[in-house]
């Protein structure tokens, strides 16, 4: 093997560095757990999105008090 993946090995081994799968690079342990925050807010971010719009939707298709108004 050569000495950059030696190396990273023995980074990995010690808990230096960890495997990102998705994006598919190692990072130091506080920068990966940044990663994977950032990437779990990101989702919630867009799942609250598709819920708030499939609420406006049946919101504006739900006959009712709203005409009254």
Known sequence: MSKIGNYVLEKVEDGTLEYDDSKHEYLPPDT???????????????????????????????????DEM
């Open 32 to 66: 990966f757990t940044l990663v994977e925050q950032i990437e779990y807010l990101e989702w919630q971010i867009r799942s609250s999105q598709s819920t708030l719009r499939a609420l406006k939707a049946e919101y504006n298709t739900t006959p009712g008090e709203k």
